[in-house]
């Protein structure tokens, strides 16, 4: 008897890499896809029935608040005429595992009534030990704070109810989950490509004209966004004392200039811009090199020939390059906050300094530099 399984993701196969490949060597199961069409074909897996969704098309204009809620109603939309299109084909599957957090999930249960609804949660935003009050820097009221996380988490909630189980892949994300949600939740690590992320002492990069290789000092630093979220104004402000204590290290910065979780600022300046106007003046900028996104490749290599790997974070979701970075067994020096200590043990695998502690932070990369000559 066949079964099928779908699985729902904006850009394939994103957290679900090792439960597709399981489905797809199943010779009894269909593995049917749903993704998002502005990200193309680049990653899907052969063998399996594939539909698109378009970008949703949220109508009028609404509070900010709900902005997030008005473009998850219209993602689902979308999600929901893909479904559509599936069950038109034949099919109906026995589980559906989605993503929900633009909302991917919310309409699915309509289309596939009989299915088992698997769904991953990433985030749950709350007062206390959370990212939205973690930085005084940043810092907002607390009346403001518990407006937003409140419509962030609307979403969640709707998705935490209607799904027969719910995944996170780490004991953080799991702790960020309500109590009464708690007992459908399981946690599944995050599967790394460790065919690709694994040292080499012959990697070279070459990059922005430059060519690197493990006979030379790198410092890396990446992230989706250069957000304050992730630390950039803490790595930034800590390169003067870096420089002044490593004179050989070239550091390499990753990462798009925008944003992902921050507001913006208000006048359209990059973070990364800001905060390098702060220390342009007492840092040798000929061994400061941005070099924007980098292809999953080229950021291998980039933690293969790397010296001391910087991972900052507030108290928010650990991101893929630190699992990558660690497992190229590059030197990492990393924020102590939550979701970090999960990954990287004080003096085992890595080092912990304290979040907005700059000026430890370019004493402890020293230091590991020096260790790893």
């Not at 979403?155 to 027969?164: G, Q």
Request: proline letters at 6%.
């Amino acid at each position: 008897m066949r079964r099928s399984v779908l699985f729902v993701q904006p850009k394939l196969p994103g957290q679900f890499r090792r439960q597709i490949a399981a489905a797809l060597a199943d010779p009894k199961a269909d593995v049917l896809l749903i993704s998002n069409a502005s990200f193309g074909r680049t990653d899907i897996p052969k063998g399996a029935i594939h539909e698109f969704y378009g970008n949703p098309s949220p109508k009028g204009q609404v509070d900010p608040l709900c902005a997030e809620y008005n473009t998850a109603i219209a993602t689902a939309a979308e999600v929901e005429k893909a479904a559509h299109k599936l069950k038109q084909r034949g099919y109906s599957p026995d589980t559906i595992v989605a993503y929900y957090g633009y909302g991917e999930s919310l309409f699915l249960r309509g289309v596939f009534p009989n299915a088992r609804i698997v769904t991953f949660f990433e985030y749950f935003y709350g007062l206390k030990d959370g990212a939205m009050n973690f930085d005084p820097e940043f810092r907002q009221p607390e009346a403001e704070i518990l407006r937003r996380s409140k419509a962030r988490n609307s979403v969640a909630l709707l998705a935490l109810h209607d799904c027969d189980e719910g995944i996170v892949p780490t004991k953080w994300q799991y702790s960020r989950i309500p109590e009464e949600y708690r007992q459908k939740i399981k946690i599944v690590p995050d599967e790394i490509d460790r065919y690709l992320n694994k040292p080499d002492p012959n990697a070279v990069l070459r990059i922005a004209g430059h060519e690197f290789s493990k006979n030379d000092q790198i410092v890396s630093y990446c992230a989706r966004a250069l957000e304050p979220t992730r630390g950039i104004h803490i790595f930034m402000r800590s390169l003067p004392r870096l420089m002044e204590l490593a004179p050989e290290a070239h550091v390499v910065i990753v990462g798009k200039p925008g944003t992902a979780y921050d507001r913006a600022l208000p006048n359209g300046e990059a973070y990364i811009d800001k905060y390098l106007s702060e220390v342009k003046d007492k840092i040798d900028l000929k061994r400061l090199h941005r070099v924007g996104w980098l292809e999953r490749e080229d950021l291998t290599t980039l933690f293969q020939v790397s010296s001391c790997h910087v991972y900052l974070t507030t108290p928010f979701v650990a991101s893929w390059s630190l699992r990558e970075a660690l497992a190229c067994k590059t030197p990492i020096v990393a924020s102590d906050t939550a979701p970090v200590r999960e990954f990287v043990d004080h003096g085992r695998n890595g080092y912990l300094v304290d979040f907005f502690d700059y000026n430890r932070l370019a004493e402890m990369v020293s230091t590991t530099l020096d260790k790893h000559r």
